[in-house]
């Protein structure tokens, strides 16, 4: 079966119409809760230390409720990547977060709660880089660069020392 997040831009009939909006509710509610878990983790000194400006608790709510600086969305991302950050072409006091619906190991689809509030923790390491006075995550950890290699362990292990013990 195709996964409802994989329409892109064709028309679609009613049921897939169907699809995509229950798909679309899940996300939500998953976001929900990984939102918990993200802000339990905040709670911790010092996982809120690892983010310099603006309470990271502040900022990753209003994100996931699209209020203030930026919003979450769920899409079909080239398969690199989880999630990617960036700031907003047409609003750059704003970032958009895009979380990618593909299934497979380390994806959203294929995490439990508490792996999806260290996907959220990971990618405010970006927010933080883009709109406030950065954080101790490293921003460049994208592609195949020793240095973006050598990044994204340090990312790892900066949440699961400091903010929710264990790796995505
Ligand atoms: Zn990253």
Redesign the pocket.
Same mark, same amino acid.
């Given at each position: 079966m195709q996964s409802p997040w994989s329409h892109g831009m064709k028309i679609l009939d009613r049921s897939d119409r169907a699809d995509v909006e229950d798909a679309r509710r899940i996300f939500r509610e998953d976001l929900e809760s990984a939102l918990s878990k993200a802000i339990k983790a905040l709670e911790k000194d010092d996982c809120r230390a690892l983010f310099h400006g603006a309470n990271p608790s502040e900022v990753l709510t209003n994100i996931v409720q699209g209020k203030k600086y930026g919003d979450i969305k769920a899409k079909m991302l080239k398969p690199e *990547?989880a999630?990617? /950050?960036g700031r907003k072409w047409w609003n750059p006091l704003e970032v958009r977060i895009d979380i990618s619906m593909r299934e497979g190991s380390g994806y959203w689809l294929n995490l439990d709660e508490e792996g999806r509030g260290f996907l959220l923790l &990971?990618?405010l *390491? &970006?927010v933080f880089h883009r709109l406030f006075d950065g954080s101790d995550?490293k !921003?460049n !950890? /994208?592609g195949d660069s020793a240095e973006a290699e050598e990044n994204?362990k340090i990312?790892d292990k900066l949440l699961s020392d400091n903010c929710i013990g264990r790796q995505l």
């Open positions: *990547g999630a990617q /950050t &990971h990618e *390491g &970006h995550l !921003d !950890d /994208t994204r990312n």
